[in-house]
């Protein structure tokens, strides 16, 4: 069923003929998706290489990672860089508001050097071994914590530009763990999936098997076919919102940090905000925080603000609206101006 899994998955995200960089941390899930993609390489014309991540925060235990690793790719005839990170260093020197959590930060540079072990690979993508039962914790962690419809979205299964691809997505981790054991696959274990100490170990141990066993045994599928239903959705609104957003502001960057958040803003036109519909409103006001550099900020009552500010056509020039981030919204002749901006701009 697993390999029937990767092979449709395979066709799906056109891997064919390409060169695929797995990441591997050493656990069951990115070890069996090496050996599952290992196995079809041949008929499927697969290149392969291994990329893992030392996280430096587990000592001789990921050490050990990384040995086992090496290893395995190793015996599979596979070349294999590593990389060491330190997410702690994204933590330092950051308010608390903007400081990320350590699993945030892992993640980012995470991914960040994946990209650069596969340019040094001339790989064309980057496989991690997210699942099903991923998918769901996701989707479920965002609920719980609260989101906007995008959110339940969950994971993609490939990034935007498609370089990050993830095969195993619709696969459950008990499929993965019965076949590491019927292929007899070793793997290694981190500890620290075991403690109650991180809200998601909870939710994976305690609370989605309690809620299949009560409420619905498909449970992880639901909720997959949730996330792939409304990421479709998404893909619809996100060209209703491109379109509009074309018409109602322009992003101006005059150059003054080169290019990036802090020295570009929008110039919005000043009528028609009355005629939007309520979501598609606060879709655009989201977009324009998150072009800002500030979506990490915004809430449902940013979003009300900001069209209820921008519906005001008879407000004088100078008016203006403070946002979290920085940003604020000025009221200036002929329309409004949204960025990090003084009033005598």
């Known amino acids: 069923m697993l390999l029937a899994a990767l092979h449709r998955a395979i066709t799906d995200l056109a891997l064919e003929g390409r060169h695929v960089l797995v990441a591997v941390s050493g656990g069951v899930d990115s070890t069996v998706l090496l ?6 390489a041949g008929d499927r014309n697969l290149t392969l290489s291994v990329g893992h991540i030392h996280h430096g925060l587990r000592g001789g235990e990921a050490d050990a990672d990384e040995d086992a690793v090496r290893a395995r790719a190793i015996g599979l005839g596979l070349a294999c860089s590593s990389e060491r990170i330190d997410p702690r260093v994204l ?46 914790e996701t989707v479920l962690m965002r609920l719980l914590r609260g989101t906007a419809p995008g959110g339940l979205g969950g994971i993609p299964e490939h ?43 909870r939710l994976r141990l305690h609370w989605i098997p309690e ?35 074309s018409k109602l502001w322009a992003q101006k960057d005059p150059g003054t940090s080169g290019g990036s958040a802090e020295g570009r803003y929008l110039e919005i036109v ?17 977009r324009a925080m998150h072009d800002l550099g500030a979506g990490r900020d915004v809430s449902r009552i940013h979003l009300q603000r900001i069209w209820a500010f921008l519906c005001r056509n008879e407000a004088a020039p100078g008016t203006q609206l403070e946002l979290p981030g920085g940003l604020r919204i000025l009221r200036v002749r002929g329309g409004f101006r949204m960025g990090r901006i003084g009033v005598d701009e």
């Open 35 to 40: 050996e599952g993609l290992s196995r079809l």
């Open 91 to 136: 933590r330092e020197g950051t308010s608390n508001r903007a400081r990320p959590t350590l699993q945030e930060a892992a993640r980012s540079l995470r991914y960040e050097a994946l990209g650069r072990i596969a340019h040094l690979h001339e790989a064309d993508h980057i496989a991690t071994a997210h699942n099903l039962n991923d998918q769901a």
């Open 159 to 201: 990034s935007e530009d498609g370089l990050v691809v993830r095969p195993l997505l619709r696969v459950t981790r008990g499929e993965i763990e019965t076949y590491a054991t019927q292929a007899e696959i070793g793997w290694r274990e981190d500890r620290s999936n075991a403690s109650d100490a991180y809200t998601r170990n």
């Open 211 to 245: 809620l299949t066993r009560e409420f619905n045994p498909q449970l992880l599928r639901s909720i997959g076919r949730l996330a792939e239903s409304q990421r479709r959705d998404a893909e619809w609104i996100g060209g209703l919102v491109d379109a509009a957003s």
């Open 270 to 286: 000043d009528s028609g905000w009355e005629d939007i519909p309520e979501a598609l409103a606060f879709r655009l006001a989201r």
